[in-house]
């Protein structure tokens, strides 16, 4: 089974960019599609973007979409979100998972990181 560590969040400024990163444990990396999600409490968490296998599709809710990418480096066993022009309603906390296909539902995914924080001020 693998194993999720997410990083890179942190505080920032509305407008700034930020790209997160999530390693995974295994040499099995590669056989799963990715998702990012993200999660502000005492709501229900919510798709961001998922990617395949391969990296050649992607999906993205429409709060992100032209704003952030989601990519994949299958050697290093990372999945990246790149954020850019972020604002407030973008502060949350934001975890990648493992799915044995690529979807926007939550309940398709099997594994999960821990989380990062992302905090966009005014």
């Known amino acids: 089974q693998v194993q999720l560590v997410e990083s890179g969040g942190g505080p920032v400024q509305a407008g700034d960019s930020l790209r997160l990163s999530c390693t995974a444990s295994?040499?099995?990396?590669?056989?799963?599609?990715m998702g990012w999600f993200r999660q502000v409490s005492g709501k229900e968490r919510e798709f961001v973007a998922c990617i395949n296998w391969s990296g050649v599709s992607t999906d993205y809710a429409d709060s992100v979409k032209g704003r952030f990418t989601i990519s994949r480096e299958n050697a290093k066993n990372t999945v990246y979100l790149q954020m850019n022009s972020l604002q407030p309603e973008d502060t949350a906390v934001y975890y990648c998972?493992?799915?044995?296909?690529?979807?926007?539902?939550?309940?398709?995914?099997?594994?999960w990181g821990q989380g990062t924080q992302v905090t966009v001020s005014s």
């Open positions: 998972a493992a799915a044995g296909s690529m979807t926007p539902l939550t309940w398709g995914y099997h594994t």
């Open positions: 295994g040499r099995t990396f590669s056989r799963y599609a």
